[in-house]
């Protein structure tokens, strides 16, 4: 490295500066201070009409041979021409570019110099920050970190798109200066969004890209800003045109060197980013400018590939095809969507089993229109179509707003999707004004809805609020109201915000009486949240403004807040995990153990099934004297049972029923972290026979360290019993967990023992009872019943949709004369079926417990689900359908047994094959008998439908009541 400037600076940093003479020293001090010293400070003004140049040249002055001052003839407005000019005037080997509100990491320079020189490369890029300059927390954002995890070289940006389709800034880059020379780059002048189209030329002509996973620049944000930056200009359409162009430009860059592909990630990105920036605005904006917009933006979405829109959310699509077709009617709810992604804005539509945005379009234009039309509005997977109301967050737009003396009068129309609110439903409405405050509701004041109307596709609704006797603001902490309507249909209950979508149309203050008195505040006025909907902002006085800010500024407020940040501190750090976890072992565990308190849980507090379900039901029907508690996860702990105490998983009072339980009863794991009482007996049900490998049989087991393999032996050795249904499981789980033989109880699985009597019933009398479900779900007597049952399969571990492996509707098509088919997605999961199916293929994975829907199937459908060890016990059909096999057993852990070998019934890998096994229940159940047999006596040999009894008999028995 060069570190005697009169041979040649190292780097060259060019800072460009407009008007902005407070900040251009500290810009230009980050490069000074740079642990580098061969680097010099390019200062490019773009003739400021403040004191930026002055300061420029003053600072030249200052430090002579390493800073250079120049000024622009006039003002280019915008970034290319200056850092164009910087380019010229700059004498590094390298350089790199900085505004003059931004500084660089103070190793920047080294960092990126040394990455270059080793690798060679033409242009080097490192972690970008966001900092947020005015948050009171400091609050910083990485610009897409997983680009800059380690270090790496490209030989050609084909090799990460993402690099080129997500950062675009040109100024956490540093670029050889013979390179941007010989390839003639520069910035483009007079338009703006220059950085998109020059890093897209740079990327494409680099030889060598190298990635740091250093933090060299950072990107401060003044979120209160007065003066917004240009990009963030987007009320003016110019903006648009500027952002449209320079995507024009960079495409046919991409098309003219034959980048296909890196063309086809950028329409992906440009539908889920950079067209969502300026929809969001779109409400706030008029007529005029939404033609203007969808003029400009026709074209250029003609442009993109039509599979990128498969790419996208479907609401990312259904706005893109709206807006190229101008239905602001339907496009505007889209964008409410968009904004708010959980509100269902649109009243939809059911066309032949299929659900709609909308109904226009479906039929319009030629075939290939027709299609692109029902593929892009077609929401049918959301899933919209199964949510009951109270699961509902309905679009509330505002269609009418008036003020007068105190009271304003608001009329409204809620959307009614698919008519789940039907025409002669009992409706009642309330307006909720509630004081906005983070994490706490200081005030709520409420006013009926007088009318309410079902029209159809929506419902109608007006209202008065007298917000001069009504409304009772403080007026000085309660600067916001939000507003609610609160709907009732038939008693269900549902709420909504109101959406004011057109521009002007809230206005008008009106006054209230503040708790303070008028000389606080004395009137609110409407405003509209970024997210579209309607608020009121308390109007203080002057004085007390000037006041609340003095106070806030100075020693008594700086006392009140930091006494608020520590008690929120404090909350924050009671109810985190690590000091729940103390207060278990350092409280709770020095309680004494209370006798006859057990403490169940199933799936991790997710159902009220398996084991620890017939255990408990178990001993209520032998009427012992216990206490029971059952944890619950989620928002509530619907279908638990009424006659147990229900706790939410990992609450305090959840803990403390663990520490003082004498029995705890579960089927996977109560929470690693805590230590089992010597008086504390663990029952440990498990939750199925294994097929694929366990514990420290799995492959990541035995990759871990010694100090994680012992930590998670001790979790394993809490278990003070292990129910065991077939010395399957004593060669396989109880092997997996290391478990000591006198832990093992043999006695079958109690979930179990329902299926062992039916399956015994069914044999003695030759009858199968369905029993009451099959009524409940709706099931006609002359339809078989299959049930699909798959196993969870690793998606980064997140709850997510389930894509069944075959086509449901054609399923239904061929077989729903003859089949009514449960599926059962594992609880990991969630599936949506289409409204096509309704009555032929049912979505039952809302029931807690799996068994008695295996009671009831005639016939079962699985992959590598336990289900099929439990399901062989009643000695019907069974259908394997391993579509993935070789990537399930030999990329994942793998298995205990070849399933294709020892499988007691077809192993299908197809759709056409599963479709040709189920032809004939009868058949196969003939077919596979014996295989079955030998299944059951193999991994079954335990389940002689008493275990349940037999676990109550040797626990509890001395609890049964006099």
């Given at each position: 490295m060069n570190e005697d400037l009169s041979q040649g600076p190292d780097v060259s940093v060019v800072v460009i500066v407009y008007n902005d003479e407070a900040r251009l020293p500290t810009a230009v001090d980050s490069v000074l201070r740079q642990t580098l010293r061969s680097v010099e400070v390019v200062i490019v003004d773009d003739h400021s009409t403040d004191g930026s140049y002055e300061v420029a040249q003053d600072l030249a002055r200052r430090h002579p041979g390493r800073v250079s001052a120049h000024r622009l003839d006039e003002n280019s407005g915008g970034c290319g021409a200056p850092r164009n000019h910087g380019i010229r005037q700059a004498r590094g080997t390298y350089v790199l570019f900085l505004d003059s509100d931004d500084v660089l990491e103070r190793n920047a320079c080294r960092n990126m110099l040394e990455a270059a020189e080793t690798t060679g490369a033409d242009l080097v890029s490192g972690l970008c920050v966001r900092v947020h300059v005015d948050a009171r927390s400091g609050k910083e954002v990485k610009w897409y970190p997983w680009l800059y995890t380690r270090t790496r070289t490209l030989e050609s940006i084909s090799e990460l798109p993402d690099l080129l389709v997500f950062d675009t800034l040109s100024t956490n880059k540093c670029y050889r200066r013979a390179f941007l020379l010989e390839q003639g780059l520069e910035f483009p002048v007079?338009?703006?969004?220059?950085?998109?189209?020059?890093?897209?030329?740079?990327?494409?002509?680099?030889?060598?890209?190298?990635?740091?996973?250093?933090?060299?620049?950072?990107?401060?944000?003044?979120?209160?800003?007065?003066?917004?930056?240009?990009?963030?200009?987007?009320?003016?359409?110019?903006?648009?045109?500027?952002?449209?162009?320079?995507?024009?430009?960079?495409?046919?860059?991409?098309?003219?060197?034959?980048?296909?592909?890196?063309?086809?990630?950028?329409?992906?990105?440009?539908?889920?980013?950079?067209?969502?920036?300026?929809?969001?605005?779109?409400?706030?904006?008029?007529?005029?400018?939404?033609?203007?917009?969808?003029?400009?933006?026709?074209?250029?979405?003609?442009?993109?590939?039509?599979?990128?829109l498969d790419e996208v959310e479907p609401v990312h699509a259904i706005c893109a095809y709206l807006l190229r077709r101008s239905d602001w009617d339907n496009l505007l709810p889209a964008v409410?969507?968009?904004?708010?992604?959980?509100?269902?804005?649109?009243?939809?539509v059911e066309r032949d089993g299929r659900v709609?945005?909308?109904?226009?379009?479906?039929?319009?234009?030629?075939?290939?229109?027709?299609?692109?039309?029902?593929?892009?509005?077609?929401?049918?997977?959301?899933?919209?179509?199964?949510?009951?109301?109270?699961?509902?967050?309905?679009?509330?737009?505002?269609?009418?707003?008036?003020?007068?003396?105190?009271?304003?009068?608001?009329?409204?129309?809620?959307?009614?999707?698919?008519?789940?609110?039907?025409?002669?439903?009992?409706?009642?409405?309330?307006?909720?004004?509630?004081?906005?405050?983070?994490?706490?509701?200081?005030?709520?004041?409420?006013?009926?809805?007088?009318?309410?109307?079902?029209?159809?596709?929506?419902?109608?609704?007006?209202?008065?609020?007298?917000?001069?006797?009504?409304?009772?603001?403080?007026?000085?902490?309660?600067?916001?109201?939000?507003?609610?309507?609160?709907?009732?249909?038939?008693?269900?209950?549902?709420?909504?915000?109101?959406?004011?979508?057109?521009?002007?149309?809230?206005?008008?203050?009106?006054?209230?009486?503040?708790?303070?008195?008028?000389?606080?505040?004395?009137?609110?006025?409407?405003?509209?949240?970024?997210?579209?909907h309607l608020a009121f902002r308390v109007l203080t006085r002057e004085k007390v403004d000037e006041l609340v800010v003095r106070g806030v500024r100075g020693t008594p407020g700086r006392l009140v807040k930091s006494g608020y940040r520590k008690a929120r501190a404090a909350r924050k750090k009671l109810t985190s995990g690590p000091t729940k976890i103390r207060i278990y072992h350092e409280v709770f565990s020095r309680l004494p153990v209370k006798k006859r308190l057990v403490v169940f849980e199933s799936h991790l507090g997710r159902q009220y099934s398996d084991s620890p379900k017939a255990l408990y039901e178990e001993m209520?029907?032998?009427?012992?004297?216990?206490?029971?508690?059952?944890?619950?996860?989620?928002?509530?702990?619907?279908?638990?049972?009424?006659?147990?105490?229900?706790?939410?998983?990992?609450?305090?009072?959840?803990?403390?029923?663990?520490?003082?339980?004498?029995?705890?009863?579960?089927?996977?794991?109560?929470?690693?972290?805590?230590?089992?009482?010597?008086?504390t007996t663990y029952l440990q049900t498990w939750h199925g026979s294994a097929l694929k490998r366990m514990g420290f049989d799995e492959p990541e087991w035995k990759l871990r360290s010694r100090a994680a393999q012992e930590e998670q032996q001790r979790v394993l050795d809490r278990f003070d019993r292990f129910l065991i249904r077939s010395e399957h499981d004593v060669r396989t789980l109880a092997r997996a967990f290391r478990l000591k033989e006198r832990t093992l109880l043999r006695v079958g699985y109690p979930r179990n023992d329902e299926l062992v009597r039916a399956g015994r019933l069914e044999e003695e009398t030759g009858r199968r009872e369905r029993g009451p479900l099959a009524a409940e779900l709706g099931i006609p007597d002359d339809r078989a019943v299959l049930l699909y049952a798959p196993t969870f399969r690793h998606r980064g571990g997140k709850r997510r949709r389930f894509e069944l492996p075959f086509d449901v509707e054609r399923f239904a098509d061929e077989f729903g004369?003859?089949?009514?088919?449960?599926?059962?997605?594992?609880?990991?999961?969630?599936?949506?079926?289409?409204?096509?199916v309704r009555g032929r293929v049912l979505d039952v994975s809302a029931h807690h417990d799996v068994t008695p829907l295996l009671a009831l199937a005639d016939g079962l459908i699985t992959d590598y689900s336990s289900v099929m060890f439990d399901y062989a016990l009643l000695g019907r059909p069974m259908f394997f359908f391993a579509y993935d096999y070789e990537e399930y057993v030999h990329e994942g852990r793998g298995t205990y047994f070849d399933l294709l070998e020892r499988a007691p019934g077809p192993v299908v890998r197809t759709e056409e094959e599963l479709y040709v096994a189920l032809a004939?229940?009868?058949e196969q159940a003939v077919k596979y008998e014996e295989a079955r047999k030998g299944f059951v006596a193999e991994f079954g040999e335990y389940d002689k439908g008493t275990a349940a009894r037999s676990v109550v008999d040797e626990f509890f028995a001395h609890w049964r009541r006099a």
């Open positions: 007079g338009i703006h969004y220059e950085d998109l189209l020059f890093s897209a030329q740079a990327y494409v002509a680099a030889r060598r890209i190298t990635l740091i996973p250093n933090r060299v620049y950072d990107w401060n944000v003044v979120d209160k800003g007065t003066t917004r930056s240009i990009s963030n200009r987007r009320a003016e359409i110019a903006n648009f045109a500027h952002r449209m162009e320079i995507h024009r430009r960079v495409d046919r860059l991409l098309a003219d060197r034959g980048l296909a592909e890196l063309k086809f990630c950028k329409d992906v990105k440009f539908l889920k980013h950079d067209l969502v920036l300026h929809l969001r605005d779109l409400p706030f904006r008029d007529a005029s400018y939404r033609e203007e917009f969808a003029g400009i933006a026709r074209a250029y979405l003609e442009s993109l590939d039509r599979a990128a409410d969507t968009l904004t708010n992604r959980d509100k269902i804005s649109s009243p939809l709609y945005w909308c109904a226009r379009h479906l039929d319009d234009g030629d075939a290939a229109e027709r299609a692109l039309a029902r593929h892009v509005l077609d929401v049918t997977e959301l899933g919209h179509h199964t949510k009951s109301l109270e699961k509902m967050f309905l679009r509330n737009v505002l269609t009418g707003y008036e003020a007068s003396a105190g009271t304003v009068r608001l009329t409204g129309r809620i959307v009614n999707p698919l008519g789940v609110v039907p025409p002669g439903a009992r409706l009642t409405g309330e307006l909720e004004f509630a004081a906005r405050r983070k994490g706490v509701r200081l005030q709520t004041f409420r006013f009926p809805v007088r009318t309410l109307r079902h029209e159809g596709e929506s419902l109608a609704w007006e209202a008065s609020a007298d917000l001069a006797r009504g409304l009772r603001p403080l007026g000085v902490v309660d600067a916001v109201w939000d507003v609610r309507l609160r709907l009732g249909v038939d008693g269900v209950r549902t709420t909504t915000r109101l959406t004011a979508c057109e521009p002007g149309l809230a206005v008008g203050d009106a006054p209230v009486r503040p708790r303070l008195t008028r000389l606080v505040a004395g009137r609110v006025t409407p405003e509209v949240s970024a997210r579209g209520r029907r032998q009427d012992l004297d216990f206490e029971a508690v059952w944890s619950y996860a989620g928002a509530g702990p619907a279908g638990f049972p009424a006659d147990a105490t229900l706790v939410r998983r990992w609450s305090l009072p959840y803990l403390k029923a663990l520490a003082r339980a004498e029995f705890w009863i579960d089927n996977q794991s109560y929470p690693l972290k805590l230590t089992k009482r010597p008086r004369d003859r089949y009514v088919l449960l599926v059962r997605s594992h609880y990991l999961d969630h599936v949506v079926l289409p409204p096509s004939s229940l009868d």
